[in-house]
């Protein structure tokens, strides 16, 4: 099963895990007809569930787990979205700097 998440100014294909900045809002949209969502009613993602899409707002920090399930219950996709006040980019290098090295 494919599982995108849409934002305003993006779109991933086919993903199991997001961080997502708080209050940011975005789409999920699967190609699996008539599926069950799951969130467990959690306090970190708002979702509205319409056919194969899913309207969702992130509302607070955290880590939310939908379980998307067929008619019988069966578990069918697990998607993790962490929720983030921001996004921290990994640093390239440590900063740190030497002098000339010194032979003793």
Do not use: C, H, W
């Not at 100014?9 to 699967?30: E, H, M, P, R, S």
């Not at 069966?74 to 993790?80: E, G, M, N, S, V």
Request: proline share 1%; no cysteine; hydrophobic share 45%.
């Amino acid at each position: 099963m494919q599982v995108d998440i849409t934002f305003e100014f993006a779109k991933v294909y086919n993903f199991d895990k997001a961080d997502v900045v708080k209050g940011q809002k975005f789409t999920l949209t699967t190609d699996f007809e008539n599926g069950r969502y799951f969130s467990d009613n959690d306090e970190v993602l708002s979702l509205s569930v319409a056919g194969n899409q899913v309207a969702g707002t992130a509302d607070a920090t955290g880590v939310a787990t939908i379980l998307i399930m067929d008619q019988a219950f069966a578990i069918q996709k697990t998607l993790t979205i962490n929720v983030v006040d921001t996004l921290q980019e990994k640093a390239a290098t440590l900063g740190a700097e030497a002098g000339e090295p010194i032979v003793k």
